[in-house]
């Protein structure tokens, strides 16, 4: 059940980015119960391949791995990118916790600010979501698919093959290198990826003892938000390469969600909001895609795919 030394096998993946948010999670862990946490390092196919994540069919390829870990009992619990998921609950595995998110938004990692790059800029990003969102901004600038660590996309500013970087702010703050951030891109102008910002605690579905553990971890807001989120992700029928955006915030009375479906070239975009209570949350976000869908959001997908 766990290791020799009695402590907990939290598996995470390999990059430094994930590693640093499982010591999160192993840290506040052993701060509230007093119990160890050792990690295990775990490659996914994810971190091997070299093809583009829009090219890999969506969500997953940084999670099977991490999910075989805990099948065969090498690990007894991982932590994930909650936006890595798939939407598709798998029966084998619970969501134990998700803790309280971090920064929910994008962040340009440039020396000017986005209004201000040249047109014909070159803007580094792996996400057809922010392509598409920032083509509707700044149409005039370049586009440039990007994979690799935040290390890596971060150089290619410095070393002046990239005007700018797009990533996940939160990432950023992880890592220590929110000083390098020259704008944050509100919602109003970049919906972020359901469950951005947001990790999640994954066991196995028959181990109670552990889900009972592993709730001192979770945040009933956070949780609430991002099971919206990620409800109309599904009910989209869109993996992590579709250009959705969506963000949904808890007040502890009233659970609001806006989101946006925008064409691939940046030109055509279904963007609506609802609001409910966060007990209705899944049912909120199953909603909300059904307007959306009714007012071509369904389309503007298809066209991502063709």
Do not use: W
């Not at 805990?70 to 619990?77: N, P, Q, T």
């Not at 797009?166 to 972020?192: K, N, S, T």
């Not at 196995?204 to 003892?209: C, I, S």
């Amino acid at each position: 059940m766990t290791s020799p030394s009695g402590a907990l096998r939290l598996g995470s993946r390999r990059s430094l980015l994930a590693t640093t948010q499982s010591q999160m999670v192993a840290d506040d862990y052993m701060r509230r119960t007093g119990r160890a946490v050792e990690l295990v390092g775990v490659t996914t196919f994810g971190d091997v391949t070299k093809a583009h994540l829009a090219q890999l069919g969506g969500t997953g390829v940084f999670v099977s791995a991490l999910r075989d870990k805990l099948i065969d009992d090498e690990i007894d619990l991982a932590v994930h990118s909650l936006k890595d998921l798939p939407t598709q609950q798998d029966p084998r595995f619970v969501l134990a916790a998700i803790p309280a998110r971090h920064d929910h938004r994008d962040a340009l990692v440039s020396t000017h600010k986005f209004a201000d790059l040249p047109a014909g800029a070159r803007v580094g990003t792996g996400s057809p979501r922010r392509v598409a969102m920032l083509g509707a901004l700044r149409p005039d600038l370049e586009y440039v698919a990007l994979r690799g660590n935040a290390d890596t996309r971060i150089a290619k500013v410095h070393s002046g093959e990239l005007d700018a970087v797009v990533l996940a702010a939160a990432g950023l703050g992880r890592l220590g290198r929110d000083a390098e951030i020259a704008q944050i891109f509100e919602v109003e102008e970049l919906l972020p990826a359901p469950g951005q910002g947001a990790l999640a605690v994954e066991c196995r579905a028959d181990r109670a003892d552990l889900i009972e553990l592993l709730r001192v971890l979770d945040d009933p807001g956070t949780r609430s938000a991002v099971t919206a989120e990620r409800a109309l992700l599904s009910a989209l029928e869109a993996g992590c390469a579709a250009p959705v955006g969506a963000f949904a915030a808890d007040d502890g009375q009233t659970l609001n969600l806006t989101a946006v479906v925008v064409s691939i070239d940046g030109r055509e975009a279904v963007r609506k909001s609802a609001a409910g209570s966060p007990s209705e949350a899944a049912n909120l976000g199953r909603l909300l895609a059904a307007e959306m869908i009714a007012e071509g959001a369904d389309r503007l997908m298809g066209e991502q795919s063709h």
